[in-house]
């Protein structure tokens, strides 16, 4: 398959991508363009299109709506007018689209292949397992005394529905990385102990900042007889850590950070809270991709930023600020998250043109039994003011 505008790493990966019909390759940029921005026009207020901030240039310039998760899945569940709602981000973000939707809706991910790895680190029968596990090593988990229930299970909004309704029927609750903190607040005026799942970064990242001792969290292994712990270690565990991890923003290290820092000393570093503990602590600021847009929006002119985060967000950051301030990637060969990059134009192009010519290419349906507890689990976190 020839899609335009490819580098290096796409044409090593085009084999992950959904195939399209030969039709929609070898096209050329304006054509693309042009077909795009027709049959949008065409459908005009029956398609919303929801592009998230990693999404490549080529594509989200059609969003109706950029932003994080929690942006987009507010506007998932707040605009009702559109008969489908595109969305150009990855497998997890469209299925809880799906679940917030209004009935007459209908979700569209372009490329089936857009999936995320960090969300594929959870499985629902490892979380059945790891739920039983604990409670055979002493956990209270659902059984609530006081008041207060022995578990919270807290999920990243990266993860699947079967996670979500998981959690959603326990009790639980989705986080994103904007309201973690505010989030995991809610679960420990509920619950005694916390189970965050799958970031391991997010949770301590977010548990430190809140004031939560290392020694009070620790790692549950999924793929480990009792998650590699003994019971007295779960005991005394206030947070316990599902061992899942973004392959993107784990490439940053504190190496790079020593190097922006010789080469600019008054140069600032801000990181996304899925880097590991010692790259946040090492940086000058750190949050989600909506607080990182933001600070070095808001930041005084002449400032020189490194960011860790999704190299297309850098890169559009590096270009809007570019009169006075300097934005960099703090991995000088920028870290892409090569399934979001699946979503092609070429890709929007057949699903808006199938619309068009009223076919749904690529819906997302979470069945009907995930998706009552996975929408409790949202609902909660979309209750949560921040
Ligand atoms: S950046 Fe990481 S967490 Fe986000 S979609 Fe890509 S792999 Fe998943």
Known sequence: MDIKLLNQVEKESI???????????????????????AAKATL?????????????????????FTGDSLK????????????YIVFCGVHFMAESAD???????????????????????????????AWREMEQMGVRTDVVENGRQGMIPVTYINSSAA???????????VCTSTNAAAVMTWAWERGDKLIMLPDQHLGRNTGWKMGVPLDQMVVWDPNEMWGGLDAEQLKTAKLVLWKGHCSVHTRFTTQQITAFRKQYPQGKVIAHPECTLDVVQASDDSGSTEYIINAVRDSAPGTT??????????????????????????DPFGCLCSTMFRVSPNHLLWILEGLVEGT??????????QKHDARLALDRMLQIKN
């Open 163 to 173: 996670i979500k309704a998981f959690v959603g029927a326990h009790g639980g609750i």
């Open 305 to 330: 930023w490194a960011v860790a985060t999704e190299v297309h967000l850098v890169n559009r950051l590096t270009q809007e600020l570019a009169q006075d301030k300097k934005i960099v990637t703090l």
């Open 44 to 64: 005009g207020s029956r398609v919303v299109i929801l592009g998230h901030h990693y999404q490549r240039d080529e594509v989200i310039k059609f969003a109706d």
């Open 99 to 129: 679940i917030l939707r209004a009935p007459h809706q209908k979700v569209v991910l372009p490329d089936l292949a857009a999936g995320c790895s960090m969300a594929d680190m959870a499985a629902p029968d490892q979380l059945e397992m």
């Open 72 to 83: 987009l899945a507010r506007a998932a569940a707040t605009k009702h007018e559109a008969e």
């Open 360 to 369: 749904v290419h690529n819906q997302i349906t979470v069945p009907d039994d």
């Open 15 to 37: 084999g992950e991508r959904q195939p399209l019909p030969e039709t929609y390759l070898r096209l050329s940029d304006d054509e693309m363009d042009a077909r795009i921005a």
